[in-house]
């Protein structure tokens, strides 16, 4: 039972995704220093953002690199999210101008991309109930800054 109860509540900790850590034990994504981060970015999060990106606009992202998603942070070492890079949405919980104004990109954002990113990161996706988790606030900035416990 106590054991029951241990994975319960590991479970609903960020997952062990990247390298093993001084313990032997694999590092969270939070528990990652910046450069296992960067290696994490290349080997995880890179390839899978692109492999959806190319599905959906193949010319458009026939090369993508760091600069997809952190802009010319990747050239000062600036990798802090959510960015000014990438468009400011609007700050509505339920995204309704998004789906609106840009329904494709919403829908694979919310189908894929999120879920993907999320679980690259080994982390819980965006909850409108806790209002806290990986979502499009992990990326983009709302009409005031960053949004959602995001920083
Ligand atoms: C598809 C979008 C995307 C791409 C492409 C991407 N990143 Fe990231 N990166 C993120 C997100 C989102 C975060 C923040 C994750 C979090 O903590 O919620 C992040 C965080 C980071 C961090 C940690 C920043 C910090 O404050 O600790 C580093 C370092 C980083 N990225 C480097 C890179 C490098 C190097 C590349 C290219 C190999 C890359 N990223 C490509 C989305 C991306
Ligand atoms: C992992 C990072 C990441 C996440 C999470 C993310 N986006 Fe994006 N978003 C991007 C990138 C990168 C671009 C810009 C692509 C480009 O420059 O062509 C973008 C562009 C956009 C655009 C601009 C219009 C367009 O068609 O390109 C809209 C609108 C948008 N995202 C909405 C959303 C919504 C809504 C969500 C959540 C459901 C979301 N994004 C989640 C990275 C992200």
Redesign the pocket.
């Known amino acids: 039972m106590a054991g029951l109860i241990a994975i319960a509540l590991w479970s609903c900790g960020p997952k062990r995704v990247g390298p093993a850590g001084p313990d032997g034990k694999s590092l969270t994504w939070p528990q990652m220093n910046v450069e296992q981060r960067k290696a994490h970015m290349k080997s995880e999060v890179l390839p899978r953002?692109t492999k959806i990106f190319q599905e959906w606009r193949p010319e458009?992202y026939a090369k993508t690199d760091c600069t997809?998603?952190h802009g010319t942070g990747d050239y000062t070492g600036n990798y802090n999210m959510p960015t000014a890079h990438?468009?400011r949405?609007s700050g509505e919980l339920l995204?309704g101008p998004?789906r609106a104004?840009?329904p494709d990109?919403?829908k694979i954002?919310?189908n894929k991309?999120?879920p993907e990113?999320a679980s690259a990161l080994g982390v819980k996706t965006f909850s409108l109930i806790t209002r806290r988790g990986f979502?499009?606030y992990?990326?983009?900035l709302g009409p005031d800054g960053p949004m959602f416990g995001n920083n």
Do not use: I, N, Q, W
Request: glycine share 4%.
């Open positions: 953002a458009r997809l998603c990438l468009p949405l995204l998004e104004k840009h990109t919403t954002k919310l991309l999120v990113m979502g499009c992990s990326c983009h």
